[in-house]
């Protein structure tokens, strides 16, 4: 490939040709990207794709792999097992959001029979010594084998 050089429109200087008789440098100072109103969040941003500003087109194009990534890189397990984990808190029943929790404490443990689905209220009591008893009756109640839980991790209330 030939390097075609230059005189800058930008800055005068004797350079490789990018846009415009620009610079790298100068294209990009000079470039404003058009306005659009957002499909998503009917917001003025700047356009990215689709019709999308920047954060709508990562949280509607992007989240999912993102999600499928993270979940086989901290947990060692597929998305489908992930989704059947996380389906409802084993401890109250709430369906919302749901965190996966390792009953022994150690996050490279991934055995079905370690994981558990835990709403953020009961995981974080799970990890807190005032209420861990709490949890742990709640699980054995719902005949939950309960015999390999550590009480690591606990947060000082």
Do not use: W
């Not at 005032?130 to 000082?156: A, Q």
């Amino acid at each position: 490939m030939v390097r075609r050089e230059i005189v800058c429109d930008g800055c005068f200087q004797n350079v490789e040709l990018h846009a415009k008789n620009m610079c790298y440098k100068c294209y990009k100072r000079q470039y404003k990207p058009r306005t659009i109103i957002c499909k998503s969040c009917k917001r003025t941003r700047p356009h990215h794709s689709f019709g999308l500003c920047a954060g709508c087109n990562t949280r509607l194009n992007h989240y999912d792999k993102v999600k499928t990534y993270n979940v086989k890189k901290y947990y060692g397990i597929t998305m489908e097992k992930f989704m059947e984990f996380t389906k409802i808190c084993l401890s109250c029943g709430f369906k919302k959001i749901v965190d996966l929790h390792h009953l022994d404490g150690n996050r490279k443990n991934s055995d079905p029979s370690n994981l558990i689905g835990l709403c953020p209220n009961c995981h974080k009591m799970m990890h807190t010594y005032k209420y861990h008893k709490i949890i742990v009756e709640r699980l054995k109640k719902k005949v939950f084998d309960v015999s390999h839980l550590h009480p690591t991790n606990f947060v000082k209330n």
